[in-house]
Nanobody, 115 residues
């Protein structure tokens, strides 16, 4: 079993920045994909950005040029640097990890963008 602990969410004004972190622990052998999803109130969960063990990234068009994902394989940690935040980025952000065909989710961290 893999456990995920997220941190870094909070309240920020439009145009501000936040950095999310997600540390994986437990039965870690070879994590393939690490990423972030988000779910706004009344909407479906959607991919924000993800990164493979080889450094290949996929991201939503809505965050292009504003969000950057990175990972530290030695620490089994994935980060999401969020800049130029907008009100529409408000959501619960979930860390997601894929290992050997299994998916694991974090508990979620709230990001609220409001003046």
């Amino acid at each position: 079993q893999v456990q995920l602990v997220e941190s870094g969410g909070g309240l920020v004004q439009p145009g501000g920045s936040l950095r999310l972190s997600c540390a994986a622990s437990g039965s870690i052998f070879s994590i393939n994909v690490m990423g972030w999803y988000r779910q706004a109130t009344g909407k479906q969960r959607e991919l924000v950005e993800r990164i493979t063990s080889g450094g290949i990234t996929n991201y939503a068009d809505s965050v292009k040029g504003r969000f950057t994902i990175s990972r530290d394989n030695a620490k089994n940690t994935v980060y999401l640097q969020m800049n130029s935040l907008k009100a529409e980025d408000t959501a619960v952000y979930y860390c997601n990890v894929q290992q050997w065909g299994k998916e694991y989710w974090g508990q979620g961290t709230q990001v609220t963008v409001s003046s």
